[in-house]
T-cell receptor
Framework: DAGVTQTPRHEVAEKGQTIILKCEPV?????LFWYRQTKIQGLELLSY????????DGGAFKDRFKAEMLNSSFSTLKIQPTEPKDSAVYLC????????????FGPGTRLTVL | GEKVEQHESTLSVREGDSAVINCTYT??????FPWYKQEAGKSLHFVID?????DRKQSQRLIVLLDKKAKRFSLHITATQPEDSAIYFC????????????FGKGTSLTVIP
């Protein structure tokens, strides 16, 4: 079985640009998470979907971050406009759901905003 | 909301010794506590978990202890090996149908050969 895939693996953007990160969850998984990982803040939840419905939108990240799940096998995270402080690794994770809690993480996208 | 604190940001042990990583949480409703490992340059993967209906769980060299009264849980790695070197994250989750994870900030474990 394929794990969680994320593209691109690396992204460099100029301040003010719009970037879109992509994620394909494990086939059959119902829950999907987007996280931002930095050394200082650790893992911060950006969005959480259950069966394509948005359950959590990450509070402080609402204004410039928008995650969507157009179908059960594909999700995007749009950052608009990007700022240098957005430089981080963005992780996507999926989970079967129900009584199965284990999250499977993708390899991440390393974003650098100049 | 829930807040998970991971007490050791770094930890060094000699190969063969035990390593202990401690976490505390704030919400008494939390009932599921997983641990994830992140090796250098890689993403996170699950290593072990514990649910609130037990206070101890072991999987090979990994032991998780849960003290619900103190709202504390810990990961014990026995007979450490160099390949145990990684960042370990603890997390807490509720089981109320809204099962988001709240992660600690991670503990960087170095096993010295």
């Amino acid at each position: 079985d394929a794990g969680v895939t994320q593209t691109p693996r690396h992204e460099v953007a100029e301040k003010g640009q719009t970037i879109i990160l992509k994620c394909e969850p494990v086939s059959g998984h119902n829950d999907l998470f987007w996280y931002r990982q930095t050394k200082i803040q650790g893992l911060e939840l950006l969005s959480y979907f259950r069966s394509k419905s948005l359950m959590e939108d990450g509070g402080a990240f609402k204004d410039r971050f928008k995650a969507e799940m157009l179908n059960s096998s594909f999700s995007t995270l749009k950052i608009q406009p990007t700022e240098p402080k957005d430089s981080a690794v963005y992780l996507c994770a999926s989970r079967l759901g129900g009584s199965s809690y284990e999250q499977y993480f993708g390899p991440g996208t390393r974003l650098t905003v100049l | 909301g829930e807040k998970v604190e991971q007490h050791e940001s770094t930890l060094s042990v000699r190969e063969g010794d035990s390593a202990v990583i401690n976490c505390t949480y704030t919400d008494t409703a939390s009932s599921y506590f997983p641990w994830y490992k992140q090796e250098a340059g890689k993403s996170l993967h699950f290593v072990i978990d514990i649910r609130s209906n037990v206070d101890r769980k072991q999987s090979q060299r990994l032991i998780v202890l849960l003290d619900k009264k103190a709202k504390r849980f810990s990961l014990h790695i026995t007979a450490t090996q160099p390949e145990d070197s990684a960042i370990y994250f603890c997390a807490a989750s509720m089981d109320t149908g809204y099962q988001n994870f709240y992660f600690g900030k991670g503990t960087s474990l170095t096993v010295i050969p």
